[in-house]
């Protein structure tokens, strides 16, 4: 054999051995290192779970009395797997359902279509699960409907019937508190990819408010029974059997009686705001703790019944959500709604006024009208009030005085031409307040507002100065008015400067100035506080099902506002003015409960759905009692008109839930919190529910309804 044949050999050898010890070692890392993997995966594949959902934790107000509580209850699921089975796709069976429950045949049919299956523009109220888990059709149906079904079950092939836990909501004190509590619903293709959170298909998840925030204390383990089969889909044995572990309840800071009080006061602001002729198209109302930030009411309207969730949406339901028309029902406006302060703000202003040097013992013009440049400001009502001490100018709330402060600040800060390092004490005085910031509340999907400063300008330009640049070819053909011509023309050149009007209109809470209702409420704490305000918190703490505390959510101090005392003391007294001898005079007239606040009417720019020009938005923030604050109560009427006469008597309501007033004297044994908001952690007491629901014998979270 020559050198080279030997050579060949070798290395075909060599080869051959190489390939055996890849195969062999392949083998020992498939059969033994990884045997467990893949005999799980063996098993999964042989192995079918029937998953039993947790008990979701309840959720109650302060004193332990349930928001919302997970009930037994009779839930009608379709079966798409079943029905596209069927020769008109379950057409059929879907119209005598709906027959069924009196509704129409499109709200069934949209509930069941994936929603990859529907336009985009056509998704409301959609499936966002598959076809090959049931899909929750009707929540708390009848037994006479469920008997129907079972006792037809050939007319309703894929139509199935089931005893869960669904969310209920007892509203033992009449109390709706919709935004705060949120909702729950399926998981989603994108939850089950979350392999943290350890999900199944059959789970209900909170989807938003306090569901989702806590969602990890409320949900509980659900219940898992692995069975494994044959290929013939036979049992064969049981190979696991974990138990459902009901989830923590969680105890919030809410009271349910001050939470109705709040809402029946807001709803009639809105009222009487369209009895005067106003819009009034929706509102907010925050009430706070003073000294901890604890949320002891929250309301927004309009709102929606928080039972429709669990009932089923119809397709006019879920538009009407969502519709301006109906004033957007799920936007929650104490976090996300977004508007001018107006005259409200004037208190940010004197602290501004203050750092400045002005003397606020001083006395100040307050003309009909201030000239600034080439544009005429006016005084509200276009009324003088000649010379005045400050304190009187923002009790009778004073425009034509701030313009003043506000321009003289601003020509020394450079004007158009700004110094280096200017000074700006209006913004500056704002910043520190939190405008244009989260509060940090713990519930989700909160907006920050806007303070319009110089940064913001600067960014503000760089967006859209190529719209105002070319703003006749790109403006809508109703917009090509010759003031807005001229508008995009001066914000095409400069932009981006702090011109004299933003500043004038600043200081009055106007201009692009924008604050949510639970901002202002913790602006007007933190000044009854002396400058100290907290996170606002909803959250009491979280209990297990033995009334153990597992979590407790403490006050948590967001900033100090370091002023001198003495500013305080100017705002003290000049707040209380505003309700003695001031805008909210006439309404807080003969009121048993020293309150302070102020009065806040802000114009608005645009126009509604019908083209009418938009109403004033109706501001009151305030605080109580004047001695010693305790509580800040903040209410906003949108399009509702003047501060004081909407507003204004919604928070006197609300402080007369709050005090126990009837007419012009304090009845203690009918107040809120009698012997002040109480400081210990309630426990959660599941059988008050059954005073509105038949639960005989029932388990709720572990405990036996009697």
């Not at 789970?203 to 494994?228: A, D, I, W």
Request: charged residues 20%.
């Amino acid at each position: 054999m020559s050198q080279r044949s030997k050579i060949s050999l070798i290395v075909f050898q060599s080869l051959v051995f190489s390939l055996l010890f890849a195969l062999f070692g392949r083998l020992f890392y498939l059969q033994v290192l990884e045997s467990g993997r893949y005999k799980e995966a063996a098993i999964s594949i042989q192995s079918r779970d029937i998953v039993t959902p947790a008990i979701r934790g309840a959720i109650s107000d302060i004193n332990g009395s349930p928001l919302v509580v997970d009930l037994p209850g009779l839930v009608v699921f379709i079966d798409r797997s079943t029905l596209d089975k069927q020769s008109d796709k379950g057409a059929t069976v879907l119209r005598r359902t709906a027959a069924l429950f009196n509704l129409e045949y499109a709200d069934i049919y949209q509930r069941t279509r994936l929603c990859g299956e529907l336009p985009v523009n056509n998704r409301a109220g959609c499936w966002n699960g598959t076809r090959y888990q049931p899909i929750p059709l009707v929540g708390g149906a009848s037994q006479d409907v469920a008997l129907k079904i079972m006792e037809n079950s050939d007319q309703f092939a894929g139509v199935n019937v089931a005893s869960i836990p669904i969310r209920s909501y007892p509203s033992l004190e009449g109390e709706n508190v919709s935004h705060v509590l949120g909702y729950v619903g399926s998981v989603t293709d994108e939850d089950l990819k979350n392999s943290s959170k350890n999900y199944y298909r059959s789970e209900v998840v909170g989807k938003t408010g306090l569901e989702t925030q806590y969602n990890e204390y409320l949900r509980g383990t659900p219940g898992v029974r692995t069975f494994l089969v044959n290929r013939k889909e036979v049992v064969t044995k049981e190979s696991k059997n974990i138990q459902a572990i009901a989830g923590n309840n969680l105890v919030t800071n809410i009271d349910a009686k001050l939470q109705s009080g709040v809402e029946r006061a807001l709803e009639a602001a809105v009222k009487r705001a369209r009895a005067s002729g106003y819009r009034g198209d929706s509102g907010a109302a925050v009430v706070l703790e003073i000294k901890t930030g604890r949320v002891l009411a929250m309301a927004s309207y309009p709102t929606y019944e928080p039972e429709i969730w669990q009932k089923g949406l119809t397709v006019k339901q879920a538009e009407d959500l969502f519709s301006e028309v109906k004033g957007v029902p799920a936007l929650s406006r104490p976090l996300q709604g977004l508007f001018a302060p107006a005259s409200t703000f004037k208190s940010v202003s004197v602290v501004a006024a203050a750092n400045a040097g002005y003397p606020l013992d001083g006395s100040y013009n307050c003309p009909a009208s201030v000239e600034i440049g080439n544009r005429t400001f006016n005084n509200f009502d276009s009324v003088a009030a000649g010379r005045l001490k400050l304190d009187v100018g923002l009790a009778i709330s004073c425009d034509s005085l701030w313009y003043q402060i506000a321009y003289d600040e601003w020509v020394r800060d450079g004007g158009l031409k700004p110094k280096s390092k200017t000074n700006d004490y209006f913004f500056n005085a704002a910043k520190a307040f939190g405008v244009g910031k989260v509060t940090g509340i713990d519930l989700p999907s909160e907006l920050s507002g806007r303070l319009p400063n110089r940064t913001w300008k600067q960014n503000w330009f760089e967006q859209n100065k190529d719209f105002y640049c070319n703003y006749q070819q790109r403006a809508k053909k109703q917009d090509l008015t010759r003031y807005l011509i001229e508008i995009a023309r001066e914000n095409c050149l400069d932009g981006n400067k702090v011109r004299a009007g933003d500043a004038v209109n600043f200081s009055i809470g106007q201009g692009d100035t924008l604050v949510t209702p639970i901002r202002l409420a913790q602006m007007y704490a933190a000044i009854a506080n002396n400058g100290t305000y907290y996170k606002p918190q909803v959250a009491r703490a979280v209990v297990d099902t033995d009334g153990k505390v597992i979590k407790e959510f403490k006050p948590e101090v967001a900033d100090v506002i370091k002023e001198e005392q003495s500013t305080w003391d100017f705002l003290h007294r000049a707040l209380r003015m505003v309700v003695t001898r001031g805008t909210a005079g006439s309404v807080f007239s003969g009121f048993p409960v020293a309150v302070s606040g102020k009065t806040g009417t802000a114009q608005v720019f645009g126009k509604n759905p019908n083209g009418s020009a938009k109403d004033d938005t109706s501001w009151f923030a305030s605080y109580g009692p004047t001695e010693d604050p305790t509580y800040a109560v903040v209410m906003m009427v949108s399009q509702g008109g003047f501060g004081a006469s909407t507003s204004g008597v919604g928070v006197r309501d609300i402080y007369s839930t709050l005090f126990g007033v009837t007419g012009n004297k304090v009845d203690p044994s009918k107040a809120v919190f009698p012997n002040g908001v109480p400081t210990n952690i309630a426990k959660v007491d599941l059988k008050i529910a059954a005073s509105k629901v038949d639960l005989t014998g029932v388990k709720v979270g572990g405990v036996k309804l009697k």
